[in-house]
C-alpha cells in the first residue's frame, strides 16, 4: 500500500508540472492553437497534464518491469 501511494503522488506530481508548464508555454507560444475548443495556455494546459499523466504512468510501468525482471 505504501508503494502505491508513492506511484500515485509521482504521477499526480508530473502531471501537475506537466500541467503548469503547458500552461505557460502554450499562453506565451502557441496563443493560435486549437485543440479540445481550447486555446493558448487553456491548449497548454490540457496538453502538458495529459503528457505528464503519460510520462509518470510509463515510467512507473518501466519501473515495475524492470523490477519484476531483475536478475539478483
Known amino acids: 500500500m505504501k508503494v502505491l501511494t508513492i506511484y500515485l503522488i509521482f504521477v499526480l506530481a508530473l502531471t501537475i ?3 503548469f508548464l503547458g500552461m ?3 499562453g506565451n507560444h502557441f496563443e ?3 485543440f479540445n475548443g481550447a486555446r493558448g ?3 497548454g494546459g490540457q496538453v502538458g497534464g495529459l503528457l ?3 510520462v509518470g504512468l510509463s ?3 518501466v519501473h ?3 523490477k519484476k525482471f531483475r536478475k539478483d
Open 24 to 26: 505557460n508555454v502554450g
Open 32 to 34: 493560435d492553437f486549437i
Open 41 to 43: 495556455y487553456e491548449l
Open 17 to 19: 508540472m506537466g500541467f
Open 52 to 54: 505528464g499523466l503519460t
Open 59 to 61: 515510467l512507473i510501468i
Open 64 to 66: 515495475l518491469l524492470l
